[in-house]
């Protein structure tokens, strides 16, 4: 009996570390990056370089800005979200409520997972020499690139990820409340529009929340497709920047007053990302509970 308490004493203090130590890696991260910004914000201030969209490295003249690649940011991000959302939706629908338990679903639903874990680098393989062409054909932008092309494969990317998540809280709908709209003569269509999606709604929002946060941090797939221009973006087909692919392309050789703005870039995409997981993670706790 007491070798069975020392056993279960040991394992919950194990536990207890893990924990300590998962907590004290996301604040050395942004420690670190706090650090590493620190020269950056007092330079410009810090409303200054969140308002500026001036990106000049040269010498002598340096003046850093992040507006361009907030905006860059958050219009890819929105507009993939946007795109993503009816046909996720209707994978979700399809595999968790119409299809539920049949080959096909099963089918579609290793499809999907198949899907999600694709690697990034692979998408913007796909975008560059198939989706690019495309937009240079239709006369939307004249090098295939921009915030446009690169929300596209954005969405895509995001579909598996926010259908799965859909369909997991489609198919918690209690069974009672759908035999009991049935019961009083509702259509399969009624049940889904009046009873699940009421009773499953919070849940699906979290996928929607935890989908953008994937979008917002996401960097390959952007980088390759979105134009790679410091200019702030005027229209859905001009190029642009966001702020994950300005790091990704200008941190290896960047360094004194411009590193420590890209480290300022990192810091503020870290805050962003987590608190809209945040966000997600609370409004799934509501609805599980």
Known sequence: MRQENISDLFFRRALFVASIFILLICAGMVYAMVSGSWAGLSKFGFFHFFFSSTWDPTLGH????????????????????????????????????????????NVISSVIDLLAGIPSIVYGLWGFYTLRPLMQGWGLSEQGFG????????????????????????????????????????THFEVVRSVMFPASGSGIFASYVLA?????????????????????????????????????????????????????????????????NFIGKMIMKKFTV
């Open 147 to 186: 915030i446009l092309t690169a929300s596209l494969v954005l969405s895509i990317m995001i579909i598996p990820y926010a259908a799965s998540l859909s369909a997991e809280f489609i198919r918690m709908v209690p069974r009672q409340l759908k035999e009991g709209a049935y019961s009083l003569g509702a």
């Open 212 to 276: 953008l946060g994937r979008a917002l941090g996401e960097t390959m797939a952007v980088t390759m497709l979105i134009g790679n221009t410091n200019d702030l973006p005027t229209s859905l087909t001009a190029t642009g920047n966001t702020m994950a692919s300005i790091i990704a392309n200008q941190f290896g050789e960047a360094d004194g007053l411009k590193l420590s703005s890209l480290i300022a870039l990192g810091l503020m995409l870290f805050l962003i990302t987590a608190v809209i």
């Open 62 to 105: 340096e003046q850093y800005g992040a507006l361009s690649f907030i905006v860059g940011t958050l219009l890819t991000s929105v507009l993939a979200l946007g795109f993503c959302l009816p046909f996720s939706l209707s994978v979700a629908l399809f595999i968790g409520e119409y299809f539920k338990g049949k080959k096909v679903a």
